[in-house]
T-cell receptor, first 115, second 111 residues
Framework: EAQVTQNPRYLITVTGKKLTVTCSQN?????MSWYRQDPGLGLRQIYY???????DKGDVPEGYKVSRKEKRNFPLILESPSPNQTSLYFC??????????????FGPGTRLTVT | RKEVEQDPGPFNVPEGATVAFNCTYS??????FFWYRQDCRKEPKLLMS???SGNEDGRFTAQLNRASQYISLLIRDSKLSDSATYLC????????????FGTGTLLAVQP
């Protein structure tokens, strides 16, 4: 089954304790992206990757890191989480076209609470 | 001004009703347009792409007006299962493949 998986699905942690949210896709997609969703703000892009070893900042990259060492995986790293990073996080993947016309497939989401 | 704007709703409609959502976008260079559906606390899923000529998928019709920079979604014969948040999404295309999301319109179909 074609899918994007994320782990963990739920996480409660404390300020400053490093964490990683994993994302994996089995569709051989070049493009992967991380979003956060907050009430009233919609989904905002954190980081994206056009292919292996190619990553770039989205709209809200502060406090986050990513890596793309393999095509299928795109982990999101919070080196020192803070309460303002409490949010619902989605990973997504897609093929790449010159007009961006391909559907993005989303993972099930990770609900993170930082106390 | 937000890049993609939607009326947040909620739109409370009875079963069988026809309901329409509109969305405006600010970047005239936008290349691709979509409606995604998001159920409560779940991931967004593509409902349909939106083409300049307009397109229909069963009870759903999407229209794009590039001159006025708006997108619409029409749902006919609403079902209880249509209750969800509908996200208007714009892709600037080019090198970044970036999606810009509206904040969504909440639809609640009542029995």
């Amino acid at each position: 089954e074609a899918q994007v998986t994320q782990n963990p699905r739920y996480l409660i942690t404390v300020t400053g304790k490093k964490l990683t949210v994993t994302c994996s896709q089995n569709m051989n997609h070049e493009y992967m992206s991380w979003y956060r969703q907050d009430p009233g703000l919609g989904l905002r892009q954190i980081y994206y990757s056009m292919n292996v070893e190619v990553t770039d900042k989205g709209d809200v990259p502060e406090g986050y890191k990513v890596s793309r060492k393999e095509k299928r995986n795109f982990p999101l790293i919070l080196e020192s989480p803070s309460p303002n990073q409490t949010s619902l996080y989605f990973c997504a993947s897609s093929l790449v076209g010159d007009k961006g016309s391909y559907e993005q497939y989303f993972g099930p989401g990770t609900r993170l609470t930082v106390t | 001004r937000k890049e993609v704007e939607q009326d947040p709703g909620p739109f409370n409609v009875p079963e069988g009703a026809t309901v329409a959502f509109n969305c405006t976008y600010s970047n005239s260079a936008s290349q691709s347009f979509f409606w995604y559906r998001q159920d409560c606390r779940k991931e967004p899923k593509l409902l349909m792409s939106v083409y300049s000529s307009g397109n229909e998928d069963g009870r759903f019709t999407a229209q794009l007006n590039r001159a006025s920079q708006y997108i619409s979604l029409l749902i006919r014969d609403s079902k209880l299962s249509d209750s969800a948040t509908y996200l208007c999404v714009v892709n600037y295309g080019g090198a970044t493949n970036k999606l810009i999301f509206g904040t969504g319109t909440l639809l609640a179909v009542q029995p």
